[in-house]
């Protein structure tokens, strides 16, 4: 049984930065039930890509592996015009190119939106080491297979990347998008 008085938590906090953001910078919604990462530009969305969060859950405890929960902000883009596939090591660029679903290999490549918590259980995030970025393993992609960042294929992040700001908001939440919109369009 979902526990509505969460959701209704969650999609509040929602709507009121879609609100106070409507003509402002875009703002990213990623929905965890649904493995769906939702751009947003003037109240409106402008694009929905598959994503995967963490295989170990939600939250934001060290060590943990979840994806953390509730509101995040872009702390920094690593990566920018970078090849598709290009590997990513330590927030830098090692010099090597994947192929998607390269065999054996995991690593973060295209590109990385680096996470800033914005609340209490999102505050760990930038310190954990939480992004959204591209993943070699695009055969995963729509289903929870992460150490807690939020995975994209390559073509995807690019897109994402290219579109959001230092600043733009990020909310993770634990509730189907059709819901989150359902409540949004009642406020």
């Given at each position: ?49 598959p994503v995967s969060t963490s295989k170990f859950g939600l939250g934001d405890q060290p060590r943990s592996f ?76 729509g289903h929870p297979a992460s150490f807690g960042c939020i995975r994209m ?35």
């Open positions: 049984m979902p526990n509505w008085n969460c959701f209704f938590t969650i999609a509040g906090l929602f709507v009121t930065a879609l609100i106070s953001t409507a003509d402002a910078d875009p703002m990213v919604l990623v929905s965890v039930p649904d493995q769906r990462l939702v751009l947003m530009e003037n109240g409106l969305q402008v694009a929905q890509f979840a994806t953390p929960l509730g509101l995040m902000a872009v702390a920094a883009k690593i990566g920018d015009r970078l090849p598709l596939g290009a590997v990513l090591k330590n927030r830098r660029p090692t010099g090597e190119i994947l192929k998607p679903d390269a065999p054996g290999r995991d690593p973060i490549v295209t590109r990385i939106l680096h996470l800033r918590g914005l609340e209490s259980g999102t505050a760990g995030a930038f310190g954990r080491g939480i992004y959204i970025h591209g993943t070699a393993e695009e055969r995963t992609i294929r390559s073509r995807d992040i690019i897109r994402l990347f290219d579109a959001v700001a230092v600043g733009t908001k990020i909310e993770v939440v634990n509730a189907p998008i059709s819901r989150v919109f359902r409540q949004f369009a009642a406020n």
